[in-house]
């Protein structure tokens, strides 16, 4: 009964590849998020979106692309991998009053060769 | 724009002792205040929130921590620790004005031996 899933939990891949992970959440929440988190353990927020729109875009390159096809999923596609690309992507949601409690998913793990 | 200074990576402690993480904060803006657990192989949880009123916050599995507006902190304590404890945690702080985007410490690892 997970609240927020991703798929894979692990992605092992070369260099240049194009690669997706995808994320559902079950709690019916309307916003969701993608962290990275580096191996020294920073994690920053890359996107947010609510309702299918997004709201946060950081300064992330444009290989990396959102995808929300509705509420309930936030699937991440990143084109032509690179070697900083390797980290832990952590998917997040919340709901409308109560945005300040994300619930986190148990991250993919990218390894980029 | 907001930032998270977690002083200590490492806390080694025994347990059923005492436990204090260290967390400040540097903002020009008001600012509201979380502390998150990650356990080995999982996602973050939310321990605790600081929005408003009582400085002192009490969160879950018996942890608390106490704003500081003067000393711009918000320090994560237990007073009795157990092996369980053992994790990542992670000081976190948004703008009082926009809603979604949280800004992460670089964590304090919290090790627990018996």
């Known amino acids: 009964d997970t609240a927020v899933s991703q798929t894979p939990k692990y992605l092992v891949t070369q260099m240049g590849n194009d690669k997706s992970i995808k994320c559902e959440q079950n709690?019916?929440?309307?916003?969701m998020y993608w962290y990275k988190q580096d191996s020294k353990k920073f994690l920053k927020i890359m996107f947010s979106?609510?309702?299918?729109?997004?709201?946060i875009n950081e300064t992330v390159p444009n290989r990396f692309s959102p995808k929300s096809p509705d509420k309930a999923h936030l699937n991440l596609h990143i084109n032509s991998l690179e070697l900083g690309d390797s980290a832990v992507y952590f998917c997040a949601s919340s709901q409308v009053g109560n945005r300040d409690t994300q619930y986190f998913g148990p991250g993919t793990r990218l390894t980029v060769l | 724009a907001q930032s998270v200074t977690q002083l200590d990576s490492q806390v080694p402690v025994f347990e059923e002792a005492p436990v204090e993480l260290r967390c400040n904060y540097s903002s020009s803006v008001s600012v509201y205040l979380f502390w998150y657990v990650q356990y080995p192989n999982q996602g973050l949880q939310l321990l605790l929130k600081y929005l408003s009123g009582s400085t002192l916050v009490k969160g879950i599995n018996g942890f608390e921590a106490e704003f500081n507006k003067s000393q711009t902190s918000f320090h994560l304590r237990k007073p009795s620790v157990h092996i369980s404890d053992t994790a990542e945690y992670f000081c976190a702080v948004r703008a009082s004005y926009n809603t979604d985007k949280l800004i992460f410490g670089t964590g304090t690892r919290l090790q627990v031996f018996p």
């Open positions: 709690l019916g929440h309307d916003t």
């Open positions: 979106y609510n309702n299918k729109e997004l709201i």
